[in-house]
Nanobody, 125 residues
């Protein structure tokens, strides 16, 4: 079972990107999933999560700019990113928890068990 991200790239500030995360051999999107990023010299931080019932939560620093979604039939999760800023430059990972619902701990990277290899997003002025 694995998660594979795609869709990263280089964009100018104000631009948009759509990340995808495809799961294989396991119904990942049935469970709590998240997008997590790690910028240069920074710790990993949870960007957004989505649970079994497609309820979503967002970190304050992306609210109104990013949208997390999923397609269970395709076992795929997405992150639509708009109004990108240089501070959004990071490696973006998708990750899954073993529980259906993310709960209050959704913003902790420690709850996520399975991770993809990441896709790089670079935003320039």
């Amino acid at each position: 079972a694995q998660l594979v991200e795609s869709g990263g790239g280089s964009v100018q500030a104000g631009g948009s990107l759509r990340l995808s995360c495809v799961g294989s051999e396991y119904p990942y999107t049935t469970y709590c999933m998240a997008w997590i990023r790690q910028g240069p010299g920074k710790e990993r931080e949870v960007v957004a999560s989505i649970d079994h019932d497609a309820r979503t939560t967002y970190a304050d620093f992306v609210k109104g700019r990013f949208t997390i979604s999923k397609d269970n039939a395709k076992n795929t999760m997405y992150l639509q990113m708009s109004s990108l800023e240089p501070e959004d430059t990071a490696m973006y990972y998708c990750a899954s928890d073993a529980r259906y619902w993310c709960g209050d701990g959704w913003s902790s990277v420690k709850i996520y068990d399975d991770w993809g290899q990441g896709t790089q997003v670079t935003v320039s002025l």
